[in-house]
C-alpha cells in the first residue's frame, strides 16, 4: 500500500470540514453534493458518518494522549431531507468518563432545520487501536 493511500482519510473524501474543536464542543460541515442517495437527498449514510467524525473528535480531545476511543454505538434519527448546501454538525458530550464517552450530533441544513439527531457511544482503550506488530 502506497503512503498516498494510507494517508487517504474518510473525512477528506466525503468533504467534512472542522471548524471548531473543544473537549466541550466540536463543530464541522459536510457538503451534500457528492454525498447523496439515488433519491437527491443527504444518503442517511453521510449523515453518520459526519456523526461519528465529530462525535470521535470530542471522546478523542477528552481521551488522548493517555487513553485512544473507538465507535461502540451510532444511532441516527433523520428527521428531514438535505438536498442541497452543507449541513452543519455540532457535537457535545452527554457523558465523558475514563472508559467511555456519549456525545450528541445535531445536525442542520442551511436554514438551520434539523436533518439529523445523532448519538455516539466510545469505549476507550488503554493502548492505541490497530495491528499489534
Known amino acids: 500500500m502506497s503512503s498516498e493511500v494510507a494517508?487517504?482519510?474518510l473525512v477528506d473524501r466525503m468533504g467534512i470540514k472542522i471548524l471548531e474543536a473543544s473537549p466541550e464542543r466540536v463543530v464541522g460541515t459536510m457538503p451534500v453534493a457528492?454525498?447523496?442517495q439515488p433519491f437527491g437527498l443527504l444518503h442517511g449514510g453521510a449523515s453518520g458518518v459526519l456523526v461519528e467524525s465529530l462525535g470521535s473528535a470530542v471522546a478523542a480531545l477528552h481521551t488522548l494522549p493517555d487513553r485512544f476511543p473507538v465507535g461502540l454505538e451510532l444511532a441516527c434519527t433523520h428527521h428531514r431531507g438535505a438536498t442541497e448546501g452543507l449541513v452543519t454538525g455540532v457535537a457535545t458530550p452527554i457523558h465523558l468518563g475514563?472508559?467511555?464517552?456519549?456525545i450528541e450530533v445535531v445536525l442542520t441544513d442551511e436554514q438551520g432545520r434539523r436533518t439529523c439527531t445523532g448519538?455516539?457511544?466510545c469505549m476507550h482503550?488503554?493502548?492505541r487501536p490497530g495491528p499489534r506488530v
Open 119 to 121: 448519538r455516539l457511544t
Open 7 to 9: 494517508a487517504e482519510q
Open 34 to 36: 457528492g454525498n447523496r
Open 98 to 102: 475514563r472508559s467511555t464517552s456519549t
Open 125 to 127: 482503550l488503554d493502548r
